[in-house]
């Protein structure tokens, strides 16, 4: 599977407790390359997970890879901002919705429902893995 890792889909795997943690293990197993992700998903899972040497271990086991430059991402990071800004999204996002436009073969792993509002390329759904709901 060619992914983009989202806060959610790492700090599901990481917590045995987590309500979609039996997806997230599922969907690990699937990997067949390291998932995408960005140093803004990186920070956020090691706030909520309070633990930075397991994110850590996760892109030094190439579980993840860092493959997302803010720096030169600047102009379409800030034209998703002002895009969006209804909807109060975090960097977080916006990186992951320029790295759905920039790696357009690889599905958003996330649990975070605003993925199935967010665009790429303006108009484009982001095709995305999530949970399945709960009835």
Known sequence: ???IADTGFIVAFARRNDQHHTW???VAQQI???LLTCEAVLAEAVFQLECASYVLALVEDEMLRVAF???RNLEPLAELARRYQDRKPDLADLCLIRMS???PHHVVI???NDFCIYRRNRR???PIHVP????
């Open 124 to 126: 484009e759904p982001i």
């Open 24 to 26: 997230a293990a599922g």
């Open 32 to 34: 067949t390359e390291p």
């Open 110 to 112: 996330t649990v975070d």
């Open 69 to 71: 430059d803010c720096t």
């Open 132 to 135: 399945p709901r709960r009835r």
């Open 1 to 3: 599977m060619k992914g």
């Open 101 to 103: 436009e920039l790696f």
